[in-house]
């Protein structure tokens, strides 16, 4: 194990030790203290076992033929064997019964912990990470907490324990000889069992990266399956999977035959080791030094030894790989936000829910500037649009206005307010989204409703609805508003997500409203409906929206004309039409494009 891997189980296990001890659980604690003392007697016992047969053994090759069938058998202690022997194993199970709610709890506390860190983390991080693989990291992680936190405490440091008093006793017994080889033995094996695992880890490693491809590109395809339908690359999903599943069989082939070769490389010691130990008894027994009760003694020991022995390659591997799996565990939750809540972070004051953009420049990547010193004011209760060409960064203003970013320079301002000084959680409820790409729960309408609000109650929630031009249609449905969405919504047409958003943003009850072409997915009518609807709802309300067609946004108070991440032109439809430039462009060119799609209808 070299000094990088020495350092990060040293770091994982100081942060495992915690969930052993959980402060202001003195229930946990008490079972803790429970299941130790429960430990020590069971290995107490199993010393002391060997000995017991032993001795009985002794007295039963000297017994007295002339006795009774009972007064001649050393009937207490052949009882005294069986009370030991069962004992051990009561207490164990005590033991693992009662650090079973410890070990749960650890696995709740950290998954909850890791869960809420992935929802402080920015939207950068979410994006370049992998959904499969993310959820492989958390599972394992979790998975590995109760088989560290158990065997650990109760498996590998007992262990040891019990070698040292065996060795010991059998020294004082029978002399240095068969301690050396003893310690020899389990020196050997450990060695042996150490130097081949750190090459198995390796390959498991590889079997680890082959198996998150496989979780990636299956998830990845199965969420995507309309674009795999839309272009018929069923048969070329299938290829990219049966490519990851051949890595895996590759690597899966060789942590087995690595595993066979452990196997038999730690039974080899092992049997070396008894038998010389065995050798040894019976030279001493022919010379009297030992007898057949001792023998037995020497032998019990040698195979108690073995046992958790070979437990301990086992566990060793298994430690080994979920050293590895929590080592990725907790590389999330090092994951540090680019966009954090300052220490001093205070709640938004929403008085009217003036916005303004200062002299805003920023940029995904450092080479690339997606907006150039952006500055416009929304005034409270007025709505303003924002209009350009595709890529010109309509989508990246609304990022920063929910600090899914932050600025590179400049200030984003709510009520005179830089929301980068803002607590997060402050800033986002009190704006109200309907995004362009609505993306719902597997879950039912209801939720996905409520979800706006999740304390809102029915009749709230029925309101909404009503808004959103939705309720009728659930009315027609067999389940209602308990009817399942599917994943991401895919059992709902565009139009009818669309109208879920509304819903959900509208029970919101914002100070703000951020519109992302809300419409853009619905029928003429329906759109007409939906847009006095809003129109009324956001009265009084500040209000921003994102729009791809012209027509929705002809009433706003200001549009802004957004090209190559600078804004051009700012006004009033007409005001912008009598400019002639790009919004007139754009308006012209959507007029033709309508007129010719009502002409190819006719």
């Known amino acids: 194990m070299d000094q990088v891997e020495r350092s990060n189980s040293l770091r994982t296990f100081a942060t495992l030790v915690p969930y052993l001890w959980p402060a202001k659980r003195p229930d946990l604690k008490t079972r803790v203290v429970i299941a130790l003392f429960s430990l020590v007697l069971a290995k107490a016992a199993n010393v002391y076992v060997p000995l017991v047969l032993g001795d009985a053994v002794d007295q039963l090759g000297a017994l007295d033929q002339q006795h009774g069938l009972w007064l001649g058998i050393p009937l207490a202690v052949i009882l005294a064997y069986g009370a030991f022997r069962l004992s051990v194993l009561v207490l164990n199970q005590l033991r693992d019964a009662l650090f079973a709610r410890v070990a749960q709890n650890a696995v709740r506390t950290l998954a909850l912990q890791v869960f809420e860190h992935l929802h402080t983390l920015s939207m950068r991080f979410h994006l370049s990470r992998k959904t499969g693989a993310l959820n492989r990291f958390i599972d394992r992680g979790t998975n590995s907490i109760q088989f560290l936190l158990s065997f650990v405490a109760f498996n590998i440091v007992p262990t040891f324990i019990e070698v040292l008093l065996v060795g010991g006793i059998l020294w004082a017994l029978f002399g240095f000889a068969y301690t050396a080889i003893t310690v020899i033995t389990i020196a050997v094996y450990v060695w042996l069992t150490f130097v081949i695992t750190a090459w198995r880890t390796r390959i498991r490693r590889q079997m680890n990266d082959a198996d998150n491809d496989i979780s990636t590109r299956t998830v990845d395809s199965l969420l995507n399956f309309e674009t ?38 730690q039974a080899a010691v092992i049997t070396i080791g008894v038998t010389a130990m065995l050798v040894l008894a019976a030279l001493d027994i022919r010379d009297g030094e030992m007898t057949v009760g001792d ?35 907790f590389s999330l939750m090092d994951e540090a936000t680019d966009v954090a809540d300052a220490p001093d972070a205070e709640l938004l004051r929403c008085s009217s829910g003036t916005i303004e953009f200062r002299n805003v420049s920023f940029g995904y990547e450092s080479d690339r500037c997606i907006l150039h010193n952006v500055s416009f004011t929304v005034a409270s209760g007025s709505t303003t649009a924002i209009v350009g060409p595709t890529g010109a960064g309509k989508s990246t203003i609304s ?38 790409d609505t993306v719902l729960f597997n879950d039912t309408l209801y939720y996905n409703i409520a979800y706006g609000d999740p304390l809102a109650d029915d009749d709230r929630i029925l309101a909404a609805a009503r808004a959103a031009q939705l309720h009728d249609f659930v009315q027609s449905l067999p389940a209602g508003y308990q009817t399942l969405v599917g994943e991401r919504g895919l059992k709902l047409s565009g139009g009818e997500k669309q109208r879920v958003a509304i819903a959900r943003a509208l029970l919101r009850d914002p100070k703000i409203f951020f519109f992302d072409e809300a419409t853009s997915s619905l029928d003429s009518t329906t759109e007409r409906e939906i847009q006095d609807n809003l129109a009324r709802l956001s009265q009084g309300r500040t209000s921003l929206v994102i729009a791809h067609r012209l027509s929705t946004v002809v009433g706003a108070d200001q549009i802004l004309v957004l090209d190559d991440g600078r804004i051009t032109e700012q006004g009033t439809h007409p005001q912008l039409l009598a400019e002639k430039g790009l919004y007139a462009q754009m308006w012209q060119q959507q007029k033709k494009e309508q007129l010719a799609k009502s002409s190819a209808t006719d």
């Open 228 to 265: 795999v339908r839309y272009f018929n690359n069923e048969a070329h999903e299938a290829t990219r999977l049966d490519l990851a599943l051949a890595d895996y069989e590759k690597a899966a082939v060789r942590t087995r035959e690595s595993l066979s070769l452990l196997n038999v490389a």
């Open 295 to 329: 023998f037995v003694v020497v032998n019990t020991y040698l195979m108690q030894l073995a046992i958790p022995l070979n437990m301990l390659g086992t566990v060793y591997r298994e430690i080994r790989q979920a050293m590895v799996d929590m080592e990725n565990l």
């Open 399 to 436: 990022r920063l206005l929910l600090r899914f970013y932050d600025p590179d320079s400049g200030q984003v301002l709510i009520d005179n307010q830089n929301i980068r000084s803002l607590a997060q959680h402050s800033l986002r409820r009190v704006i109200g989204v309907v995004p362009q």
